[in-house]
Nanobody
Framework: QVQLVESGGGSVQAGGSLRLSCVAS????????MAWFRQVPGKEREGVAS????????FYANSVKGRFTISRDNVKKTLYLQMMPLKPEDTAMYYCAADRRSYCYAYAAHGFNYWGQGTQVTVSS
């Protein structure tokens, strides 16, 4: 059974930091490209960052470039997203996603095979 379980969300003030984690099981994690998406009510799910299966190729949306860092541990089967400094516009539900291909880009949600349930990030001004 495939599972992606996110954690690390919370409420912080602008300028603060959070580190999201996503623990994977039930599929070939080390061969899968991984990504983070986010969504606010009434809007489409937005790609935030992705990372290739071997961790060599990260990709970032322009809105988070220079502030967020995506990383992965293939032994622990865990994906991370370090976020700093946070802005109020980063407020959203954050989702972990997996693509069975080795390389992917978080341009759009379609094409990703597995999804977590999400963790809420709220940034106050």
């Amino acid at each position: 059974q495939v599972q992606l379980v996110e954690s690390g969300g919370g409420s912080v003030q602008a300028g603060g930091s959070l580190r999201l984690s996503c623990v994977a099981s039930g599929f070939m994690y080390s061969r899968s490209c991984m990504a983070w998406f986010r969504q606010v009510p009434g809007k489409e799910r937005e790609g935030v960052a992705s990372i290739s299966a071997d961790g060599s190729t990260p990709f970032y949306a322009n809105s988070v470039k220079g502030r967020f860092t995506i990383s992965r541990d293939n032994v622990k089967k865990t994906l991370y997203l370090q976020m700093m400094p946070l802005k109020p516009e980063d407020t959203a539900m954050y989702y972990c996603a997996a693509d069975r291909r080795s390389y992917c880009y978080a341009y759009a949600a379609h094409g990703f095979n597995y999804w977590g349930q999400g963790t809420q990030v709220t940034v106050s001004s």
